[in-house]
């Protein structure tokens, strides 16, 4: 078990660490066009984000009666998003601070992500994320993924810490509804402003209702040190 004066933390990948969105936007347009399927928009992506890869492509494949097996569309997309992921992802630079004191005072660290474990790995490493974040879930290892705990649980096991003695970073409401599930408490950071009073975020611990415009390290930084992480 950790013996660092804060407990743990879980973060989420996408739009959460890093401004992936867009990436994951444009690889599924790309793939839906390439079925036959016009007009996908971002208004339409927003409804998945915090929602495992494979989920999305559950309810698209029914949705647009797409003929490809689900494997053949995860693989797909998944090829789609690494050329643009490898191309530019953002780290939000408050993030980043924030990862760089956790790793300063030495406090345990992992990511929780409903991305590949290809995606996860090449984004961690291109950001230089990984120097400090070296324990990663990924959807694709679990039964279930968001808002389903068990990648949450898993990243629990992984880091040697006990559920309630972790702390989730999250961007969408699935994460966070994830995050109680697995009896952790939630620092929320909405992605998409309207979700901002959505039920799972009100009920976290931690919320930045502005998103990563009000996020800073620093305040959350002090959340955990006061003892309200705990």
């Known amino acids: 078990m950790s013996t660092s004066p804060a407990p743990a ?3 989420d990948l ?15 347009r790309r793939l839906l066009a390439a079925h036959g399927v016009d007009g996908f928009d971002w208004e339409e992506h ?3 984000i915090g929602i495992g890869t494979r989920e999305t492509l559950e309810v698209l494949r029914a949705r647009y009666a797409i003929d490809a097996s689900l494997e053949e569309l995860l693989a797909a997309k998944n090829r789609l998003y690494l050329e643009l992921a490898r191309q530019s992802t953002e780290v939000f ?20 992500s409903g991305s590949s474990r290809a995606a996860i790995d090449a984004i961690l490493a291109g950001t230089g994320l990984d120097a400090h974040i070296r324990v990663t879930v990924s959807a694709e290892e679990v039964a279930r993924g968001k808002p389903e ?9 992984r880091l040697g810490a006990a559920p309630a003695d972790c702390v989730v970073v999250e ?5 966070a509804a994830a995050a109680r599930a697995a009896g ?3 620092i929320a ?8 009073d959505d039920p799972a975020f009100l009920a976290s611990e931690l919320r930045f209702p502005g998103g990563q415009a009000e996020f800073t390290a620093q305040a959350a930084w002090d959340w955990l040190m006061g003892g309200a992480g705990r």
């Open 189 to 196: 950071v909405p992605y998409v402003a309207q979700t901002a």
């Open 9 to 11: 933390v879980v973060f």
């Open 46 to 48: 927003t409804a998945f």
């Open 184 to 186: 952790m408490r939630c």
């Open 93 to 112: 630079p408050e993030m980043r601070r924030f990862t760089g004191l956790l790793a300063a005072a030495g406090v345990p660290m992992a990511v929780a």
């Open 171 to 175: 961007d969408a409401p699935p994460g």
């Open 14 to 28: 996408d739009g959460t660490l890093v401004d992936s969105e867009p990436n994951y936007y444009e690889a599924g």
């Open 149 to 157: 705990p068990d990648v949450f649980l898993e990243a629990a096991r």
